[in-house]
């Protein structure tokens, strides 16, 4: 049997190795490395980027136009919220492209966009060998369920979708993992 590739899949938000303070980023180019050093078979998918920064990573490029892949605010607003969707629609096309039926993958998202995205538009037949992993990298989750019932049901109810559905979630802090937490509440 092959074995099985992993997948670490960029935001979109900003490519890899990051050029600004971009956390998501950098632990997907951490977690890609220690993979390396282990002898597991990784690779990045990301956002295409002609002005990526020289590195050793093995990137394959998701293809977005110049004019939304080379911009990067530091502003939330609607046109970021337009390129994560633009390019969480290139990347389940290119996801799909990529898995073969005689390999195992495990497609580990960062994004509750992308997530969403290839779970909704990759035909079943595509995803039989993989698994879907996701990371919960929202600080809002933390908080007491009291204080982000509202704020989770309008801006975080595909993570949560993400989250129900995955084979595996990770979270980054304890409040997030232990009971009464608003994760296993709002699930």
Request: charge should be positive; proline fraction near 3%.
């Amino acid at each position: 049997m092959n074995k099985t590739e992993i997948i670490e899949i960029g935001t979109g938000y900003t490519s890899i190795p990051a050029k600004v303070g971009a956390a998501t980023e950098i632990v997907v180019e951490e977690l890609t490395r220690a993979s390396m050093e282990k002898g597991l078979d990784v690779v990045i998918f990301d956002i295409s980027d002609p002005h990526r920064s020289s590195n050793d990573l093995p990137i394959t490029e998701v293809p977005m136009p110049e004019m939304i892949s080379g911009k990067v605010g530091y502003s939330l607003g609607v046109f970021h919220k337009m390129k994560r969707v633009w390019y969480s629609l290139s990347l389940a096309r290119h996801l799909a492209r990529h898995i073969r039926k005689n390999k195992s993958y495990i497609l580990h998202f960062h994004n509750q966009y992308n997530f969403f995205f290839f779970r909704m538009l990759t035909r079943a037949s595509r995803k039989k060998n993989v698994r879907l992993y996701y990371t919960n990298h929202t600080y809002t989750w933390s908080l007491p369920w009291d204080q982000i019932k509202s704020i989770v049901r309008k801006r975080y109810f595909m993570e949560s979708w993400s989250m129900k559905k995955a084979d595996l979630v990770f979270v980054l802090n304890e409040n997030t993992s232990s009971s009464g937490n608003a994760q296993s509440r709002y699930f």
